[in-house]
């Protein structure tokens, strides 16, 4: 299963983007052994549209756009199901052995999605607190490294 990110929002130069790409390249090499391979990350630019509705509309017009096309997704979202990390990883491995070939995990804007992009959607959230989009992408990278490591069956300190 190949897996993408995309993003709303640029990555900046820095300790947050070091830290990202370092977990990114983890998963790249734990994943390969498993059938997840990784797609790399899509950065779009945050709307300047006027107010926050048209922003989420047109952000979400790009996410559509910048997907795999027929890739199953996956939205982070304060809305969505707070999941383990066991349970991200159960998730990844029963996608992957139900023949899903490619996963698009979406971080939208400041503004969040639109409503028409997320009703509906498979959403997880890392928590009810708002969490910049820096502090995200950490967390997904090290998260989508996390499942790696525990699908090759690597002990997981909670086990």
Do not use: C
Not at 5 to 28: C, H, M, N, Q
Not at 66 to 74: C, E, F, G, N
Not at 100 to 111: C, E, H, K, M
Not at 113 to 128: E, H, K, T, V, Y
């Amino acid at each position: 299963m190949k897996i993408g990110i995309v993003a709303v929002g640029r990555l900046k130069a820095g300790p947050e983007r070091e830290l990202a790409d370092r977990y990114l390249d983890r998963f790249s090499k734990a994943g390969s052994s498993l059938g997840l391979s990784f797609r790399g990350v899509i950065e779009l630019a945050e709307s300047r549209a006027r107010t926050a509705q048209e922003r989420r509309r047109d952000e979400a017009d790009r996410l559509r756009g910048a997907m795999a096309a027929d890739a199953t997704t996956i939205l982070l979202d304060e809305t969505g199901k707070a999941l383990s990390s066991a349970q991200f990883s159960q998730r990844l491995q029963a996608m992957r052995d139900g023949g899903t070939r490619d996963l698009d995990i979406l971080i939208g804007g400041p503004d969040g999605f639109d409503r028409a992009l997320l009703d509906g959607a498979n959403s997880i959230s890392f928590g009810r607190m708002t969490w910049p989009h820096q502090i995200v992408r950490v967390m997904l990278a090290e998260q989508l490294y996390r499942a790696a490591t525990m699908l090759s069956g690597h002990p997981y300190h909670r086990s």
